[in-house]
């Protein structure tokens, strides 16, 4: 099955904004294919505001985000491929949702441990 990653971020977008919120997206940076101003960008990552108001052209495809935004008063193309968002919140209570990094490989967490699933459930409960 094809990333469910687009889709969230489009419903997430519209679900924040439907809300009067402002939607800002957290982006790795370092992520190949992203084009974003390199003096926006700290500590490998970058914040963008995608508000349908403070950005023109949005487009949410299946690949990647795509916009103009104005950087320092200048216009710019900004692309951010799928798998470079690392989360979609609203700015003013910061609710949203993050996303796992699916680049990185599962490591063992002891030596020796194999790939047969484990016994018991995987579920905990959260109080």
């Known amino acids: ?16 904004s439907d809300n009067g919120l402002t939607p800002y997206l957290l982006v790795d940076a370092a992520f190949p294919g992203v084009l974003v101003p390199p003096q926006a960008i700290k500590d490998g990552r970058i914040v963008l505001n995608v508000a349908l108001r403070a950005v023109d052209r949005l487009d949410l495809s299946k ?21 470079a968002v690392l989360a979609i919140y609203a700015q003013e209570n910061g609710q949203g949702m993050m996303f796992r990094t699916d680049d990185a490989p599962p490591t063992p967490t002891s030596p020796g441990e194999s790939d047969a699933p484990r016994k018991g459930g995987h579920l905990r409960v959260v109080k």
């Open 1 to 16: 099955m094809s990333s469910n990653r687009p889709y969230l971020l489009r419903a997430m977008h519209e679900w924040i």
């Open 63 to 83: 690949d990647c985000v795509r916009f103009l935004a104005r950087f320092s008063g200048v216009s710019q193309n900004v692309e951010v491929p799928v798998g």
